[in-house]
Structure formats: structure tokens, C-alpha cells
């Protein structure tokens, strides 16, 4: 593979306009689709083939009206006033009447009819419900429920939203965390390099790759369903894995340039060394967000195919575009910075790390982590197990109004809604009955479901074509867990609850679908953590050529990321970051831990390539196991801390967003990454390789008879190219020729 990857380099660098254009063609090519596409992306959570989805579909069948999003409208007076007063009620009654009129309603209940009026009088309940599903209600009509409003709140009444949609409900995507996200890659490359060129190339090469992505992604929510934090995790890791990627490759042929080799067989040799090391990163990845389409959940399924094609796009940008960027940059990647404080330093460090790499800070944390290997694997597995203690009180759910900041119309409406009628008012469940001949036959069932432990209160909402729909107020909130046991509940008993009727019960609405989804992603995760491991280990074994490395990296994987999923509940679970975050404590998002497994492993897998290839070509050249775990851990420690703290800031800055599902991404991915690269690639993994010495690259006689070697460390590559042969083979390739 090296091989391979050092032709394709030499050919980008010697075809370099060429290659630029290709990507920016690209790049226009994907924002003119996304343009003229116009496409959406939202936050409707759905899984086929639940309980509650069944109940959907029927109702799209048999009565329309009731099968689409919901609408819940709050108004609310204060102090002694109260919506009933006939100024307020006058203007709530113009509202009402006007969201009759409104394209796609269905439904639209009367707080005053439906006796929706808290016992203070303060807040009156109402709702629209639409013919369509929540992505299918169109922006004029939440445009026209704002301006339906209108003469309620001229009469001073307090109008706020909540529900599957409303005004407003879909996130605004802000540039903002991406922008912080650059500026402080850019700090951390100009520290690593001491040079301003090579800080900003990966950078630039980055931001190509994920304008590709990302307008990708907005041409073809025009003709599927995406949700918005696919866009997100896409953007998080297109931009981090972007910069990492192309970081290792400059890093190894600035250190080629400083030992006095030419641009073009520096940056050759670079991609076909440290290359190789990118596209088993790379491929790592992908498998495990690919791994996410066996969880069987659409909406994740293409998140992980989001984030999978900006891995894939940032991988090919790494072995392409950089190449043919170095060619553009020459010398200047080697212009080093002169401070006045310290003049000449950032250049002297550099030649210090490509010249004697014995001298490096990383190469005494080398030395130092194998000479307290024992102590620091206990220290370290001790500490990563205390983090993951947390994990073990994990509660799934999705995120409700009662996680939006304070400033939200959904937190005001849950707020205002929990305090005059009670948390189930803000997540009822739609029991729809399948069989019933009219509305009076659905009354005895309203009944039944009324004496149900759990329920404030059941009453029909309508009844046509043999199906009547049955609203139920829980007395918890939608992510109660109460709440999920009176939907069992009522799933278990739904024949007693039926009686003499002939009806078929199902429990649907938004609340028993957020339910079933939970259920579904936590059922999924056993199948989705054997399915990516069990791939991954066979990729990280082809690549190592030895069973022990894959089996520890895993090892260690398990660590990281249940000492991330602890962290997580403690400061959003349970509420220890609640201050800094400006979130109250709720339920971990029930999508998370599946992302979480995909992507740190992904991620931990990238660190543990680029550190072990290192040890190996060490071992190779000394064939000395416990200094090549000094000499390998020391060369790469200083590129995989800046490639750690550039993924890290960039998940970090995501984190300085209003939604909760977000921040929480952002929290979970940068403490994952965090003590993946610095407390077990960096320090477990070369402590436990120093104890195992030898022994940890040894795999069978067959093994090594039938599985091909890659050379992911570049052993044979630099052989070949130290005696010519590379070269010369490379120059009869039909990148021969070309323009420089």
C-alpha cells in the first residue's frame, strides 16, 4: 500500500493545478446542488415497524386529520388576570378561529371547549394538529400559526409553543462553533509547527473538504430525510478528522525537508509512510459510522452515512489535495516564525525533533512511561474505571422541552404547562383504537383507559372510518420513566382495556414514539458494538499482522469510552455542569451512546494507528521491542497531542450552542478523545506494549503465510526508495510528466 500511496502523492504533487481544480469543481458543484435543491434538514425522530409508528400509519390511512405533527399553543396572563377575562378571551377565540382556517390543520381544539383552563386561570391550553407529518408541515403554515396568534397577543396575552413542530423548532445552524473550532486548530498548528504555511494548510484543505460535505449533505435533504445533527456530526468530524489527517503527512514531510531531502520525494515519501497510517485511520472510522445502518433506525443509519462520506471526503482530500498543496507551499512549509522573545526557537525545536528525536519532550514521556510502565497501567485503568462509575445510572430518553434553555418557546411552554396542569400535559400519548364503529362505542374504552394507574385523565378527540382516537394525560413528564411504564402498560393490557368492543389498542403520539425509539437504540446495542468491534478487529489485524494489538486497542476503546459515557451523566444526568452549561439536568439522549460507540472508536482507533505504526517501524529497524515503544511513542506523541487537542477544541466549541443535543455531542466526543489519546493510546498502550515487549507482534505461521503484509509502517517503501527503485517506478507511471 505505502507503494501505492507514494505514486498517487508524487502524481498530485507533479499534477497539482490539476488536482486543485478537480476539488474546487467539486466543491461548486455540491453548492450549486444544494441551491437549487433547497433542501431542509429536522429533527423527527421515527422508527419503523414500532408500535407507535403502526399507530401513525393507520391513522394516515383511515383519518388524516390526526395522523400528523402536533401543535401545543400556551397562552398564559399573570398576576390576577386570567384568560377567561373577556379581553384575553376574546383574543384567544379571534386565534383560535383563525388556525381553523390554515392550510394542512386537521384539528384545532378550544382551550374554552375543551376546558383546558388552569385552576388559577392563568394559562389555557390549545393545539393545531396537522394532516402532515412534522417534516411535511411547510413554513408558511408555522408562519401563518404566528400571525393567527396575533390578536391574543395584542390583547396581552403570552403565547408560546411546543410539541413535534412549531415555530421555530428546527435548529438554526450556526457557523459559529466551526469558526472557533479553525481559529484554535490554527493556534495549536502554529505552536507545532512554528510556521504560519504549515498551520494553515491542513486548515485550508479541511475547509475544502467540508464545504464538499456539507452542501452535499443539503442536496440530498432535498430528496431524503436527514436530520439536523447529521450535518452536525458530519461537520465535527469532516473538519476534525480533515485537519488530522492532512497534520500527520505535513508533519512527516517537514521533518523530510529538514533533514535535507527534495520537496517532491519528501512529500512522496511522507504520504507513503504516514499515508498508509491515514487510510487505515481512515477505513477504521468509516466501518464503525457504516456500522451504524445495522442499528436498523433510518435517521441513524444516515447520520452515519453523513459522517461516514466526511470521513471518506477527508481521507482522499489527506492523499491528494495536501500533496499537491505542499507542492504549491515548497520551502515555505519550513518558513519558521521569529518571536522576539525568543528568537529562532520554533526552528530550532523543529530540527531538534527531525534531526535528534531523542532530545523531544515526547521522547522523555517515551522513556518515562516505559520506565513506570507497571504503576502507570494500574494508575491508569483505575482511573479511567472511577470516570465510568457514573455510566452505570444511565437513563435513555429524547430531548423535550424541559432540556431547551430557559429562553426557549418550548421551555416556557413546558414550564408554564408543568407548573398550572402537570408534567403529563406536556407529553400526552394518542391511544388510537382500531374497530371502533363510532365515537359514542370509543367512550367505555376513554373509561378504561381513565382507571389506569398513572393517568390523570383519557377523553376521545375524534372518530371516523372505524378508528377513534383517544387522547391520555400521563401524571409524569415524556421522559419520565412512569411515563414508559404506563405505556407498557397499557400495551400489556390493552385487551382488558378493549372489553367487549372488538377494538385493536395501540399506544401512539410523539411521546410513545420518542418511548419506542429509546427502546429500540438501547435493544440495538449489544448487536452494533459485536458487529463494528468484530469488523474493526479484523481491519486493525490485517494492518498489524499480529492478534494482541488489535485485542488491547479494543481493550482500551471499552475503557475510554465508558469512562466518556460516565462523564456524560454526570454533568448533563446528573447535573454537576449545569451552571456551565446553562442546561438542568435530563435524561442522556437515547441516540448517544450508539454515536458515541461509533465515533470515539473510530477516533481511538486513528491514535492507536499512528502510535503503534510508529513502535513498529521502530521494532522494525532495531528489532528491540521496549525501545521501539520509547522511540515510537516519542515521534508520535507531539503530532497525535496537536491532532487530540485540534479534535477536542473542535468538539468543545460545538458545545457553545443553545440546543442540548448538541452540547451534549460536543461534551461527550471532546472527553472521549481526550483520555483515548492521552490517557490510554499515549500511556496504557506503550506502557502495557513495554510489558508484553516481543511477544505483542507475534501472530502464527499461517498467519503470516496467507494474510498480506501492507506495510502500514512504510518498511519496504523506504527500502525501495533509499535504492532507487521506488523512484524509478514511479516515473514510468503516468504522472511522469507534468508541469511544476
Known sequence: MSIYLFRLARWAFRRRRLVLAVWILAAATAITLAVVGGGKTDDTFTVPGTESQRATNLLKEKLPALSGGQ?????????????????????????????????????????????????????????????????????????????????????????????????????????????????????????????????GLPILTAIIGIVVTIMSISALASVMTIASTSTTVATMLGLSCGIDYGLFILARHRNNLLTGMSIEDSVALAAGTSGSSVVFAGLTVIIALCGLSVVGIPFLTVMGLAAAGAVLIALLIALTLMPAMLGFAGNKVAKFISTPLRPGHPEDVARTAATEPERTFGAAWGRFVVRFRVPLLIGGIALLGVCALPATQMELGLPSGSSKPEHDTARKAYDLTTDNFGPGFNGALLVVADGVPDAAAATPIAAELGKTAGVVSAAPMAARNDVAVIRVIPSTGPNDQDTTDLVNRIRDNRAAIAGDSGATIMVGGNTASNIDVSSKLSSALPVFLIVVVGLAFVLLTLAFRTILIPIKSIVGFLLSVAAAFGAQVAMFQWGWGEDLFGIPPSETISFLPVIMLAIIFGLSSDYEVFVVSRIKEEFTKSGDAVLAVERGTGLAARVVTAAALIMCSIFVAFMFTDDPTIKAIGFSFAVGVVLDAFVVRLTLVPAFMAIARAKIWYHPQWFGKYVPDFDIEGDRLQHQFATGNVAQTADTGPAASGST
Open 71 to 199: 401543535t401545543q399553543i400556551v397562552f398564559a396572563t399573570s398576576g390576577n388576570t386570567k384568560v377567561t377575562d373577556p379581553s384575553y378571551k376574546a383574543g384567544i377565540e379571534a386565534a383560535i378561529g383563525k388556525l381553523k382556517t390554515m392550510p394542512q390543520v386537521g384539528l384545532v381544539t378550544d382551550p374554552f371547549e375543551s376546558k383546558a383552563i388552569s385552576k388559577n386561570g392563568n394559562v389555557a391550553l390549545g393545539s393545531v394538529q396537522y394532516d402532515a407529518q412534522p417534516t411535511d408541515v411547510k413554513e408558511s403554515t408555522l408562519d401563518a400559526v404566528e400571525a393567527a396568534v396575533v390578536p391574543a397577543q395584542d390583547a396581552g396575552v403570552q403565547v408560546e409553543y411546543s410539541g413535534s413542530v412549531y415555530p421555530g423548532w428546527q435548529m438554526e445552524i450556526s457557523e459559529v462553533p466551526e469558526i472557533v473550532g479553525i481559529l484554535v486548530a490554527f493556534l495549536i498548528l502554529t505552536i507545532t509547527f512554528g510556521a504560519f504555511v504549515a498551520a
